[in-house]
């Protein structure tokens, strides 16, 4: 089908996609179409990654609005937000608006009914319509990006709790749903009621295969030699060899320090293959991932990159992240060496993908335990780049013939699984049956099930009973700790209840948190730290061997500032959370008093995105644990909102005006105030010269920030950093 073919789409449409080379429908696209996608019907689309799923949801999108409606992108990662969000941003050129919703829970997103197209995660979706954003009543079209997901125990249930909800608040919206090709997609289907296009079609030929000993063996039957060095590692060979051809590789390894690792080891062998104006231009990148933060990680990477290689993980900074997807996609950095995470979604594809890790650890098993083939075929299919390479290869590494025998039994002829529900789970219930009730969707024990019968779970379930009991121990739960009021068969929220759900927060922590502050006069900063830290909201830090000691001992020591009793030594599960909780809450407290965030993430053994994430986390439930003291008429509120301001600024109590200035943070602030310059008004009065120097000379940072602390005469033209008001080099 021709671009020109597609109905109800813009005028404009067909020749903004000649421009981008687009001329033709890829044949599951051209299906999409006749099966009435730009014509307002549902449709699951199940197809290979990298097959132009973006394509259909965008036909679909631009054909709603066209209409005069309102379409809606759930990303299922924030970090897919942005990416998204540049990509639908090319139509703003014909007077579409684009915008995007991810931060922050609590607010209706009023503005956002003013946009064309949505992009927002999951569960800011879900946040927006607890709380009662009217334009979602209005929307046309939604697209769920990643739909296989519904099958992640963490994050699957407000998938599907806020697809049925969107579809409860306008039954005849349009549901397009992308996933990647998984067993049961006519299930999912059935559940949306779409249509489906379900294909295995790629736009560039995949081979697949394992390798072993000196022989890669394909799918097709087919081996080939590869000439592996003398005490070197198969995937060095396979790199080597790409590069010989002039393509790159992607290796997905199973944890940050394995792609770390994988990256330092193959920069040697990319780095001989550079051209020195190749070298020339990786060494601005490695310059501009130096400038994102100055931390171990980041040296690690930028030398990794000055040699044409990189590691890519969830515990990197996003400006990092992209840097390095931005220069594979340039074909400058030659190698990259990832963790799962780049397989779902990011646009990097590569002439090769080496699957060099099969097993990962996985908490719930309590070992390794293999990738399921939904994930290992995602990653696969990251290999080949349309119209650059002659065919994609994706590889499994063996070390035995019977695990090569294995691989291509598990993986490589394997189908992907079918995706299964994960909602009759007690902490995903909790939050979406408050969630449920508060904002209207129920009002009784036979609504709350009413409502859950709509969604996937209730589609697949083969326990009739299980939902309708794990629901009623919920509702038991909601009532007791006030959150729900029943009378006779009526549920409604409290007005407790009503503040938790709409600040997002799972009911468990809420009620965690009220039974802290309760018991609490004057709380430290560390106490509410530790008590935020032990909800079930809060990713703890594990603790590692050699952790308990350390930790009981302090417990000791800081006992008075706990919130809530800490449980005995002998309660060996809760005693370990204690413990987790408490190194977490620590990590926060170095934070919160302007230790060096390079000194945190080695004290801890994280990377700096992950200080950063707690650190959000910690800011968040802060500032609900604020509004819930506040509503609950408790003292302890100011003292909440000092340890929130401090996390969120990272400083000790005598800089939190001054870091609250933009632009200033918690070095800058520090510098500022050993100047002398200690407050918000300080800046307003300031000597010139004095600030310039304590913003090390910085003119046009000086301006702005004195510009952000509302000072009229702003500029610094001719002034001259004060020489005793420099600070020390540290
Ligand atoms: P998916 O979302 O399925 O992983 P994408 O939508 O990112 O895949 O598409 C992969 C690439 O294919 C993109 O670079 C896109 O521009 C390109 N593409 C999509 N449809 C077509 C088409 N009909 N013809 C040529 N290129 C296309």
Redesign the pocket.
Same mark, same amino acid.
């Given at each position: 089908m021709k671009v020109g073919d597609v109905p109800a789409v813009p005028e404009w449409l067909a020749g903004h996609l000649r421009e981008d /080379? %687009?001329e033709? #429908?890829?044949p599951p696209?051209a299906a999409a179409v006749e099966r009435g996608v730009t014509e307002g019907e549902s449709l699951v689309a199940s %197809?290979p @990654?990298?097959? /132009?799923? @973006? #394509?259909i949801a965008e036909l679909a999108m631009l054909a709603s609005v066209a209409r005069g409606g309102t379409a809606l992108y759930i990303v299922p990662l924030r970090a897919l937000a942005s990416e998204k969000q540049r990509e639908f941003e090319q139509f703003e050129a014909y007077g579409l608006t684009v915008g995007v919703s991810t931060g922050n829970y609590e607010s209706d997103g009023d503005w956002l009914a003013t946009c064309d197209i949505v992009v927002a995660t999951s569960e800011k979706v879900d946040s927006l319509v607890r709380n009662g954003a009217g334009w979602l009543d209005d929307l046309a079209c939604v697209v769920a990006d990643e739909v296989h997901l519904v099958d992640d125990a963490h994050r699957g249930p407000t998938l599907e709790v806020t697809l049925a909800k969107l579809r409860q608040l306008n039954p005849s919206l349009q549901t397009v749903a992308l996933s990647a090709t998984i067993g049961n997609a006519a299930e999912i289907a059935d559940w949306l009621d779409a249509e489906l296009v379900d294909s295995d079609w790629r !736009?560039i030929d995949l081979r697949t295969g394992v390798h072993y000993g000196q022989a890669l063996h394909f799918d097709d039957g087919d081996t080939r030699e590869l000439a592996v060095r003398s005490s070197e590692r198969p995937t060095a060979a396979i790199a080597r060899e790409t590069l010989d051809e002039g393509g790159s590789t992607l290796v997905f390894v199973n944890s940050r320090r394995n792609a770390e690792a994988a990256a330092k080891r193959l920069a040697g062998v990319t780095g001989e293959a550079l051209t020195p104006d190749e070298e020339e231009r990786l060494e601005t990148v490695a310059e501009e991932i130096r400038e994102v933060s100055d931390t171990e990680t980041s040296d690690d990477l930028a030398a990794c990159v000055e040699r044409g290689a990189a590691f890519h993980h969830a515990g990197l900074a996003r400006d990092h992240r992209s840097l390095v997807e931005g220069a594979f996609r340039d074909r400058l950095i030659k190698l990259v060496s990832a963790t799962p995470t780049l397989a779902a979604g990011v646009?990097t594809p590569s002439r090769r993908v080496v699957v060099r890790d099969w097993r990962r650890y996985d908490g719930t098993v309590g070992g390794m335990a293999p990738l399921s083939v939904l994930e290992v075929h995602q990653m696969f299919g990251r290999a080949g780049r !349309?119209g650059l390479d002659p065919y994609g290869e994706a590889l499994l590494l063996a070390n035995s013939h019977d695990e090569l025998d294995e691989l291509f039994e598990r993986y490589v002829w394997a189908d992907p699984e079918a995706v299964r529900s994960k909602l009759a789970a007690e902490p995903a219930l909790r939050t979406h049956v408050l969630a449920t009730v508060a904002s209207g969707f129920a009002g009784s024990r036979e609504g709350v099930l009413e409502f859950l019968d709509r969604t996937l779970y209730a589609a697949q379930t083969t326990e009739p009973g299980r939902l309708e009991h794990v629901t009623d121990n919920v509702i038991d739960y909601l009532v007791v700790n006030d959150f729900l009021e029943r009378t006779g068969d009526d549920l409604t929220a409290t007005s407790l209840g009503h503040t938790v759900s709409r600040l997002y927060l799972d009911p468990m922590s809420a009620a965690e948190i009220v039974d802290g502050l309760r018991g609490a006069s004057a709380p430290t900063a560390m106490g509410l730290y530790h008590l935020v830290c032990r909800t079930p909201d809060m990713y703890e830090l594990y603790l590692r061997s050699g952790d308990r000691e350390e930790y009981t001992m302090l417990a000791y020591e800081r006992e008075s500032e706990f919130l809530g009793a800490m449980p005995s030594e002998f309660e060996d599960g809760r005693f370990e959370e204690w413990l987790s909780a408490l190194k977490t809450a620590r990590m926060l407290e170095d934070w919160a008093s302007e230790v060096d965030e390079e000194r945190i993430a080695e004290r801890y053994g994280v990377g700096p995105g992950d200080v950063r994430g707690k650190v959000d986390t910690a800011e968040w439930l802060l500032g609900a644990a604020e509004r819930l003291a506040g509503e609950l008429d408790m003292g302890v509120a100011p003292a909440v909102r000092e340890a929130r301001v401090r996390v969120q600024h990272g400083v000790k109590e005598e800089l939190m005006d001054l870091a609250g200035v933009r632009g200033v943070g918690r070095k800058r602030a520090r510098r500022l105030f050993d100047a002398g310059v200690e407050t918000r008004a300080d800046l307003r009065a300031a000597e010139k010269p004095v600030v310039l120097a304590a913003l090390r000379g910085r003119r046009r940072t000086a301006e702005t920030v004195l510009e952000n602390a509302g000072r009229e005469d702003v500029s610094m033209e001719g002034v001259t950093p004060d020489p005793d008001a420099a600070p020390a080099e540290s």
């Amino acid at each position: 089908m021709k671009v020109g073919d597609v109905p109800a789409v813009p005028e404009w449409l067909a020749g903004h996609l000649r421009e981008d /080379g %687009i001329e033709e #429908l890829y044949p599951p696209q051209a299906a999409a179409v006749e099966r009435g996608v730009t014509e307002g019907e549902s449709l699951v689309a199940s %197809i290979p @990654t990298a097959s /132009g799923k @973006t #394509l259909i949801a965008e036909l679909a999108m631009l054909a709603s609005v066209a209409r005069g409606g309102t379409a809606l992108y759930i990303v299922p990662l924030r970090a897919l937000a942005s990416e998204k969000q540049r990509e639908f941003e090319q139509f703003e050129a014909y007077g579409l608006t684009v915008g995007v919703s991810t931060g922050n829970y609590e607010s209706d997103g009023d503005w956002l009914a003013t946009c064309d197209i949505v992009v927002a995660t999951s569960e800011k979706v879900d946040s927006l319509v607890r709380n009662g954003a009217g334009w979602l009543d209005d929307l046309a079209c939604v697209v769920a990006d990643e739909v296989h997901l519904v099958d992640d125990a963490h994050r699957g249930p407000t998938l599907e709790v806020t697809l049925a909800k969107l579809r409860q608040l306008n039954p005849s919206l349009q549901t397009v749903a992308l996933s990647a090709t998984i067993g049961n997609a006519a299930e999912i289907a059935d559940w949306l009621d779409a249509e489906l296009v379900d294909s295995d079609w790629r !736009p560039i030929d995949l081979r697949t295969g394992v390798h072993y000993g000196q022989a890669l063996h394909f799918d097709d039957g087919d081996t080939r030699e590869l000439a592996v060095r003398s005490s070197e590692r198969p995937t060095a060979a396979i790199a080597r060899e790409t590069l010989d051809e002039g393509g790159s590789t992607l290796v997905f390894v199973n944890s940050r320090r394995n792609a770390e690792a994988a990256a330092k080891r193959l920069a040697g062998v990319t780095g001989e293959a550079l051209t020195p104006d190749e070298e020339e231009r990786l060494e601005t990148v490695a310059e501009e991932i130096r400038e994102v933060s100055d931390t171990e990680t980041s040296d690690d990477l930028a030398a990794c990159v000055e040699r044409g290689a990189a590691f890519h993980h969830a515990g990197l900074a996003r400006d990092h992240r992209s840097l390095v997807e931005g220069a594979f996609r340039d074909r400058l950095i030659k190698l990259v060496s990832a963790t799962p995470t780049l397989a779902a979604g990011v646009n990097t594809p590569s002439r090769r993908v080496v699957v060099r890790d099969w097993r990962r650890y996985d908490g719930t098993v309590g070992g390794m335990a293999p990738l399921s083939v939904l994930e290992v075929h995602q990653m696969f299919g990251r290999a080949g780049r !349309p119209g650059l390479d002659p065919y994609g290869e994706a590889l499994l590494l063996a070390n035995s013939h019977d695990e090569l025998d294995e691989l291509f039994e598990r993986y490589v002829w394997a189908d992907p699984e079918a995706v299964r529900s994960k909602l009759a789970a007690e902490p995903a219930l909790r939050t979406h049956v408050l969630a449920t009730v508060a904002s209207g969707f129920a009002g009784s024990r036979e609504g709350v099930l009413e409502f859950l019968d709509r969604t996937l779970y209730a589609a697949q379930t083969t326990e009739p009973g299980r939902l309708e009991h794990v629901t009623d121990n919920v509702i038991d739960y909601l009532v007791v700790n006030d959150f729900l009021e029943r009378t006779g068969d009526d549920l409604t929220a409290t007005s407790l209840g009503h503040t938790v759900s709409r600040l997002y927060l799972d009911p468990m922590s809420a009620a965690e948190i009220v039974d802290g502050l309760r018991g609490a006069s004057a709380p430290t900063a560390m106490g509410l730290y530790h008590l935020v830290c032990r909800t079930p909201d809060m990713y703890e830090l594990y603790l590692r061997s050699g952790d308990r000691e350390e930790y009981t001992m302090l417990a000791y020591e800081r006992e008075s500032e706990f919130l809530g009793a800490m449980p005995s030594e002998f309660e060996d599960g809760r005693f370990e959370e204690w413990l987790s909780a408490l190194k977490t809450a620590r990590m926060l407290e170095d934070w919160a008093s302007e230790v060096d965030e390079e000194r945190i993430a080695e004290r801890y053994g994280v990377g700096p995105g992950d200080v950063r994430g707690k650190v959000d986390t910690a800011e968040w439930l802060l500032g609900a644990a604020e509004r819930l003291a506040g509503e609950l008429d408790m003292g302890v509120a100011p003292a909440v909102r000092e340890a929130r301001v401090r996390v969120q600024h990272g400083v000790k109590e005598e800089l939190m005006d001054l870091a609250g200035v933009r632009g200033v943070g918690r070095k800058r602030a520090r510098r500022l105030f050993d100047a002398g310059v200690e407050t918000r008004a300080d800046l307003r009065a300031a000597e010139k010269p004095v600030v310039l120097a304590a913003l090390r000379g910085r003119r046009r940072t000086a301006e702005t920030v004195l510009e952000n602390a509302g000072r009229e005469d702003v500029s610094m033209e001719g002034v001259t950093p004060d020489p005793d008001a420099a600070p020390a080099e540290s």
